[in-house]
C-alpha cells in the first residue's frame, strides 16, 4: 500500500466532524428508547421507528460530509514536489502536443504510443513522468481500494507472482545431528494481466490557449473520478475479463473447509439479513476468521446502506459497536477496527457478499502497467477537443487466507 501523508484538519473537516458527534449522540439516545420499547413490549413505535431511520441518515449525511472533507484535504496538488522533474524541454514539447497537436521537433524526451498513426494532428505519446504521478496521486486519494490495497508499477503486460500455499517445512535438531531434506514448499503461480482504463475528457481551444491554466493538473483532475469510480467497482466486482478481477469474483466456501484459490466466508445465521439474536457475535465470528497475523491492519468493507445496519448493534456491554471518528485522519470504526465504505459493495440480500474483513494490503494486488498514454483528437466533438487518455490496470486477490466475507444466509 502506498503512503499517502495526511494534511492537517482544514475548518470544513473540524465542522464536519462536530457534527457526525453531535448527529451520533441523538441517533444513541433515540435507538435507545427503541430497544427499550422494543424488550417491553416487543415491538417498537412507528413513530420511533421512523425518527431513528431519519437521525440514521443524518448520520450517514454527516459522515459522508466528513469523508469528503478529509478526502479533499488529502488530494494532492500537481505542485508537489516530485524528483526527477520532468526537462523543461520536455515539459514544453507536452504543452505544445496538448495545445496545438503539434508533433514535437526533434527528440524532446517524448515517446510516440507504438500503432498509433504517426501524423502530427493525430499522434498519441506517453505523458511526461510528472503527469503520471500526478494521475496516481490523485486515483490513490480518490479510489478507496488504492488506499488499503497493496499497488505496484511493473513495466510488463502481465505481471506473475509465484506464492507460496503451504510453507517450507523445518525443524528442530541437534547441533552435530544429521539434517533430513525437508519437503519443499508448494507454489503456486498467480497472474495479474493489465487491461485498458480510458476516459475522453474535453476541453474548449481557449482553455488550452490559457496561459494561467495548468493543463497536467487539468488532465489529472478530469481523469480522475472516471478513472477511480471504474477501477473501484472492478476491484470488487471485476471478472478478470479485460479488467482486473475483484475479490468477491472470486469462488467462496465456508472459512471452516476452504481451499487455496478461495475466499472463506462466515455465514450471518439469517437468509439475507443478521440473525434476530445477538447478531454481533456473526461480526466477531468474521474478525476471528482469518489468522492472527492478518488482524492488526484488519479493517471492514461495506457499503453505506450496510453501515446504517449495524450501526445499531450493542455488544454485551450495551456499547455501540459502531463508533465515528473522534480525529482528523481516522474513520469510523465497527469492533474496533476501521471501516472503508465502498458503495460497490453488494447490499444486504438473500446471499450477498455484503461484508469483507481483512488484512487488504496483504490479501488484495492492484497492478499499474507503467506509462499512461494520451491521444489528442479535435475532429470527434468539434468544436472540443477530446483527449483519449489510457492507463493499463489489472488486480486480484494475491492472499487467500487475508481477506473473509460475510455471507448473508443461515449457513
Do not use: C
Not at 526527477?84 to 524526451?109: F, H, I, N, S, V
Amino acid at each position: 500500500m502506498k503512503e499517502t501523508k495526511q494534511a492537517p484538519a482544514t475548518p470544513e473537516a473540524r465542522a464536519a466532524m462536530h457534527e457526525m458527534m453531535a448527529a451520533f449522540e441523538a441517533f444513541k439516545g433515540a435507538n435507545d428508547a427503541r430497544l427499550d420499547e422494543i424488550e417491553k413490549k416487543a415491538s417498537a413505535d412507528a413513530l420511533l421507528e421512523e425518527k431513528v431511520a431519519r437521525i440514521d441518515q443524518a448520520v450517514g449525511q454527516a459522515q459522508a460530509r466528513l469523508d469528503r472533507a478529509l478526502s479533499a484535504g488529502r488530494r494532492p496538488e500537481l505542485a508537489a514536489p516530485a524528483a526527477p522533474t520532468t526537462p523543461p524541454e520536455m515539459k514544453a514539447a507536452w504543452d505544445g502536443y496538448l495545445k496545438t497537436g503539434q508533433a514535437p521537433r526533434g527528440d524532446w524526451g517524448l515517446e510516440l504510443k507504438a500503432g498509433l498513426s504517426s501524423a502530427s494532428n493525430s499522434a498519441g505519446h506517453v505523458v511526461p513522468p510528472e503527469t503520471e504521478r500526478a494521475i496516481e496521486r490523485r486515483l490513490m486519494a480518490a479510489s478507496p481500494m488504492r488506499e488499503i490495497a497493496t499497488v505496484r508499477t511493473v513495466g510488463v503486460g502481465v505481471f506473475r507472482k509465484p506464492v507460496s500455499t503451504a510453507g517450507i517445512a523445518s525443524g528442530w535438531v541437534a547441533e552435530t545431528a544429521a539434517r533430513p531434506e525437508t519437503d519443499p514448499a508448494t507454489l503456486a503461480l498467480l497472474e495479474f494481466p493489465a487491461a485498458d482504463l480510458y476516459a475522453s475528457p474535453a476541453a474548449t481551444q481557449n482553455l488550452l490557449d490559457d496561459a494561467l491554466v495548468d493543463l497536467d493538473e487539468w488532465l489529472a483532475g478530469e481523469v480522475e473520478d472516471a478513472f477511480a469510480a471504474q477501477e473501484t467497482t472492478a476491484f470488487v466486482n471485476g471478472d478478470g475479463v479485460n479488467k482486473p478481477k475483484g475479490f468477491l469474483s472470486y469462488a467462496t466456501a465456508a472459512d471452516a473447509g476452504h481451499a487455496w484459490g478461495d475466499i472463506g466466508y462466515v455465514a450471518s445465521g439469517a437468509a439475507g439479513g443478521f440473525a434476530s439474536s445477538n447478531p454481533t457475535d456473526r461480526l466477531i465470528d468474521l474478525v476471528y476468521a482469518p489468522k492472527a497475523q492478518y488482524r492488526p491492519n484488519g479493517r471492514f468493507v461495506m457499503n453505506r446502506k450496510t453501515v446504517s445496519a449495524v450501526r445499531k448493534f450493542k455488544d454485551g456491554d450495551g456499547n455501540y459497536i459502531w463508533q465515528p471518528a473522534t480525529r482528523a485522519g481516522e474513520t469510523a470504526s465497527l469492533l474496533g477496527y476501521p471501516i472503508t465504505e465502498i458503495e460497490t459493495m453488494p447490499d444486504i440480500a438473500a446471499n450477498s457478499l455484503s461484508i469483507a474483513f481483512g488484512d487488504f494490503q496483504r490479501g488484495y494486488l492492484i497492478v499499474d502497467r507503467a506509462g499512461v498514454r494520451v491521444l489528442r483528437d479535435p475532429y470527434s466533438a468539434k468544436p472540443y477537443v477530446l483527449f483519449y487518455t489510457t492507463k493499463r490496470v489489472g488486480g486480484g486477490v494475491q492472499n487467500f487466507d487475508a481477506i473473509k466475507v460475510m455471507k448473508f444466509a443461515a449457513s
